[in-house]
């Protein structure tokens, strides 16, 4: 992949995506039949999707198609987690888009960032790359507030606990989690990263709005 051009391919993306989320669901689904459907869900991801426990994701505002890409790939397979894989088992598809799309209407969580010390490093980092390293701007898919691109299936990082981000980057770079398909996307970002990197950024999006 030529990183040099995904950026002015995707930038423009990223700029739209956060006016996306003001427009219906790109998912066909019942808010508040996911809102019944989702008591399970609450006992990792809290009552409003937005988890206690820095290692298991806030879900709370995370566009929908990319909730539902996800539990589809628990599902079948293509991404595995104990405790997901079995509860996304229990899905049918019908569960699957009424839950992304009430969670996808529930406010994001807000949280300051991780570690100030690292602002500046990761805000070049997550906002102009890394060209000698071939790492693309984060907000190339993500968006300027990493709200991410709901259109393309690309997820929200704002608010999102730093524990577990910097986790799916080192799975990702670990080739662990391949749940960016084909296109290897983050897989080959991730695997470019530094072990400091991947800390600075994931503190960085945790504190963005």
């Known amino acids: ?39 399970t ?30 539990l589809e790939a628990f599902k079948n397979g293509s991404r595995s987690d104990p405790l997901m894989s079995s509860q996304a088992m229990l899905l049918s598809a019908e569960d699957m888009r009424n839950l992304a799309v ?28 890394n060209e000698d390293a071939e790492v693309a701007a984060c907000l190339a898919c993500h968006g300027p507030t990493g709200r991410g691109n709901p259109a393309a299936k690309y997820p929200a990082l704002n608010g999102q606990h730093a524990a577990y981000t910097a986790k799916q980057l080192r799975d990702y770079a670990s080739n662990k989690r391949q749940s960016d398909g084909k296109t290897r996307i983050m897989r080959e970002i991730a695997a470019r990263l530094t072990e400091d990197d991947i800390a600075a950024l994931a503190a960085y999006v945790q504190g963005l709005k």
């Open 102 to 129: 009430y969670y996808e209407s529930l406010p994001a969580a807000v949280m300051p960032v991780a570690d100030t010390e690292v602002i500046a490093k990761a805000e070049a980092l997550y906002r102009g790359g």
């Open 1 to 39: 992949m030529n990183i040099s051009f995904v950026p002015i391919a995707l930038v423009i993306a990223g700029m739209l995506a956060p006016l996306q989320l003001h427009a219906e669901s790109l998912v066909d689904g019942s808010v508040e039949t996911g809102k019944a459907r989702s008591l």
């Open 41 to 70: 869900c609450t006992a990792c991801h809290g009552q409003e999707g937005i988890s206690m426990n820095p290692m298991w994701p806030s879900i709370a505002g995370q566009n929908a198609p990319y909730l539902l890409a996800q």
